[in-house]
């Protein structure tokens, strides 16, 4: 059963900085990309950042660009959000995600962790 387990999220002031780990375990997992989505209440849940498994190759929403990194350590199966200059839209629960073949489908799932920026 693959599992993924996030951490790191919080309460910051605007501009401040949080970074998200998401760790992701199981005797099966295999990965071809990893993002993070994000969902702020009343709101749908939305792309945040996507790094492919293989190249590290990233993919960032336009509002996010300059300000968030996402990147992955191989050896410990584990993807991280890094966010700077952190402004009040940027509260939601955030989640990590895992797509085996295709992008069009992730597979897995994080229970999400809350990250709240205050003005």
């Known amino acids: 059963q693959v599992q993924l387990v996030e951490s790191g999220g919080g309460l910051v002031q605007a501009g401040g900085s949080l970074r998200l780990s998401c760790a992701a375990s199981?005797?099966?997992?295999?990965?071809?990309?990893m993002a993070w989505f994000r969902q702020a209440p009343g709101k749908e849940r939305e792309f945040v950042a996507r790094?492919?498994?293989?190249?590290?190759?990233?993919y960032y929403r336009d509002s996010v660009k300059g300000r968030f990194t996402i990147s992955r350590d191989n050896a410990k199966n584990t993807v991280y959000l890094q966010m700077n200059s952190l402004k009040p839209e940027d509260t939601a629960v955030y989640y990590c995600?895992?797509?085996?073949?295709?992008?069009?489908?992730?597979?897995?799932w994080g229970q999400g962790t809350q990250v709240t920026v205050s003005s």
């Open positions: 790094i492919y498994w293989s190249s590290g190759v990233t």
């Open positions: 199981g005797p099966t997992f295999s990965s071809y990309a």
């Open positions: 995600a895992a797509a085996q073949r295709s992008i069009g489908r992730y597979d897995y």
